[in-house]
């Protein structure tokens, strides 16, 4: 069975959002781990804890995706905006992982001038300072598109962040489809050479969660704007062979297409119904 769901808002708690989720025929769920464009977060109590844990046992949830905000820049030379970026990730793999939620995502930054080698070795202090090793959570970079000085367009720049760190055990990867086309990897004519070139890199193990997007923007075009599924420049085809590549199927696959609720439960009742699966809940 498919494990898929989409980006859900936790305006009613994070096991409101579980809730929602159910009733979007999903069975897994990404969420912010605090305000993606401030600094503020709603702390969870321990009945809203136990109570995500019983919705997502009760419904077979596969690993839930946590991001963090986009106002976090760990590859920042300036100094209050490199702390900042330090103390969500301080606090949001610890919070994450204290709600029992597998992975946590992140872009790895923008280097704004001082070199893609200064950006990673920042970004490389940072992580240092937010994953101690005895967590369960796993950390993911996210390959990015590559639109001005951001870091990530490339494996290779990912598994310099990876390698430098002092836990590597604990960062894995979380490929965008819409990220990776935009940069340059052509998953719509060459997927298998793409994932070879990943392997080579960086190692499928290490890819643990896939965001499911179709891209506005062209091939190689470095510009990040996601398209709903099958009306970008990916298209259905491209996407439903990652869906099913063998090697691929099993990991979660999180939507962040431009819908709402509503239109990302009718996009994941088309997915299955195109993969011919029964929707979870209804079976039909």
Known sequence: MLTIGSHMSIADGIAGAAQNAVEMEANT???????????????????????????????????????????????????????FACMVIREDVARMDALGIE???FHPGSHTGIGVCAGIENIIRGLDQGITGRERITVLLETMSGKGTEIGASFEELKAIRD??????????????????????DIVHDLEGVLEEFDRV??????????????????????????????????????????????????????ETPLDDGGHKREIRMIRQQLGEADPVSGA
């Not at 259905?236 to 590549?245: D, I, N, S, T, Y």
């Open 29 to 83: 769920m990404q969420i912010f781990t605090r305000n993606p464009r401030g600094s503020g977060y709603r702390a969870c109590s321990e009945k809203e804890r136990e109570r995500f844990d019983a919705i997502r046992r009760e419904n077979g949830f596969g690993p839930v995706l946590a991001h963090a905000p986009y106002t976090m820049n760990l590859a920042s030379a300036r100094e209050s905006t490199w702390e």
């Open 103 to 105: 992975n946590l995502v």
């Open 164 to 185: 430098g760190v002092s836990h590597p055990e604990r960062v894995g990867i979380c490929l965008d489809t819409c990220h990776v086309f935009s940069a340059g990897y």
């Open 202 to 255: 960086l190692g499928l193990p290490l890819l643990r969660a896939i965001h499911l997007n179709d891209s506005l923007a062209p091939f190689g075009s470095h510009k990040d704007r996601h398209a709903v599924i099958g009306e970008g420049q990916i298209g259905m085809e491209a996407l439903l062979g990652v869906l099913e590549h063998p090697r691929l199927k099993n990991l979660p696959f999180y939507l």
